[in-house]
């Protein structure tokens, strides 16, 4: 009936200076001040910003009015050291969020720097320097929160404003927030992985999954977000993927769910079919850890979805009754992910991810008459297939200069084609 194929690369890059803020890039920023016990600005003091999971490091120095940011970080726990003659040396861990800044002040104790005093953790807080409206889901919460068919655009509801997620066709999913253009459905809601898009071209809605095993953070702005977005007409969902680090760890899942084991879906039981078989399956596994340590780490994964149902299909009058029918509406699908990161240099660090996604189905088509209404014959076999790779490289070009460049590679190709007698045993206008 129709197929669609699509291919984008994208190219994204930017100088970063010191003290500028970017809402909805993958990364975060570590900025403050080097203070003495007084008050006093500390020019000069030597700032080592390193990741406590992969020890890559980054070397600063503070201005003349003691300031210092570090940007263009991959979000982590970080540990901020800072060093200045004539006092102690200072350890303060700090948390990175996607797309925010976290403020750290240090504020330094005269004595021999052989002495090192450590405080509490800084993590984001308000945030005074823009009036976007959104939040961010960490990784303890996409771990331990519950998510319907384990779709990681489910995350977006925990925001005040955004609303359940629908599927359509072609393997799209939209994500509504309120304030939305009438009938748009969260159709314009932009949807990016590490900075790459994966909307679909001139349809709109995410065109790709992606296990929520590699997904590191979830931010979603709903109002006044700044330019950085990209093109949308509605809320901007922005996640990043997780990352190997030194220590090699695991994850093996399986889930099941069948009718047996959930409430009815309705308040109303439907004669023809009063108790609906439905199954779901889902299993896979994840795998990270260090290649070379503090130089080179991966993570993989890959997830089997496989969800069973079915629907009645009720037609009306003595002469029709009897091609009222249960049909299956069978889901099939595979996520995998691999992704690489390195430490190039001291002032160089890159990552190259490859994921994909893919999965066949036959259900009715979007935008046809109920499915309790819609004869199987005229649904669809609906077969996607949606790959992504992204390549990152993060270059300190001076202290208080940071190069990022993105480049996204995008390719989607999906069909819609007639039901066969195997998809539809015995369905009347097969072929036809």
């Known amino acids: 009936m129709s197929r669609n194929a699509a291919m984008v690369a994208v190219f994204a890059w930017g100088l970063i200076t010191l003290g500028s803020v970017h809402a909805q890039a993958p990364t975060g920023t570590i900025a403050g001040r080097v203070l003495d016990p007084s008050g006093a600005a500390i020019p000069g003091a030597r700032i080592l910003v390193t990741n406590k999971q992969t020890g890559a490091q980054r070397v600063l120095l503070a201005t003349n009015e003691g300031d210092y940011s570090a940007p263009a970080l991959l979000v982590g726990v970080y540990e901020v050291t800072v060093e200045a003659p004539g006092f102690q040396r200072l350890a303060r861990e700090a948390i990175i969020e996607t797309g925010s800044t976290t403020t750290v002040n240090l504020t330094m104790q005269l004595g021999a720097t052989t002495y090192t005093v450590s405080v509490d953790a800084a993590s984001p807080q308000i945030r005074y320097d823009t009036h976007e409206v959104g939040g961010v889901v960490t990784r303890p919460q996409i771990e331990g929160l519950p998510l319907n068919g384990r779709s990681f655009l489910e995350l977006a509801k925990l925001e005040p404003g955004a609303q359940p997620p629908t599927r359509g066709s072609n393997n799209r999913t939209f994500v509504p927030v309120l304030g939305q253009t009438v009938g748009n459905s969260g159709r314009g809601t932009r949807v990016s992985i590490d900075g790459g898009s994966i909307m679909a071209i001139g349809q709109g809605g995410s065109a790709m999954g992606f296990s929520q095993e590699v997904v590191q953070e979830f931010q979603i702005s ?128 890159a990552f190259v991810r490859y994921s994909h996604d893919g999965s066949r189905a036959f259900a009715p088509t979007t935008g046809t008459l109920h499915p309790k209404f819609s004869y199987p014959s005229n649904w669809t076999r609906q077969q996607a297939w949606a790959d992504q790779t992204m390549l990152g490289i993060t270059s300190v070009l001076r202290p208080t200069l940071v190069n990022d460049l993105r480049f996204s590679y995008f390719f989607i190709s999906s069909s819609e084609t007639s039901p066969t007698d195997q998809d539809c045993p015995g369905c009347l206008g097969i072929g036809a």
């Open 222 to 349: 709903t109002v006044n977000f700044d330019l950085t977005t990209g093109l949308t007409d509605g809320a901007s969902v922005n996640v990043v993927t997780r990352s190997g680090s030194n220590v090699l760890h695991g994850t093996a899942f399986y889930f099941f769910r069948d009718h047996n084991l959930a409430a009815y879906p309705a308040l109303k039981r439907d004669p023809a079919n009063p108790t609906p078989f439905f199954q779901r399956r889902q299993f896979g596994f994840a795998l990270g850890g260090p290649v070379r340590r503090d130089r080179l780490f991966f993570l993989g994964n890959w997830e089997r979805n496989e969800q069973r149902g079915v629907v009645a299909t009720t037609l009306f009058g003595q002469d029709f009754a009897h091609f009222s029918r249960i049909t299956a509406s069978p889901l099939f699908g595979d996520q995998l992910s691999v992704r690489v990161d390195g430490q190039i240099s001291n002032t160089h660090t």
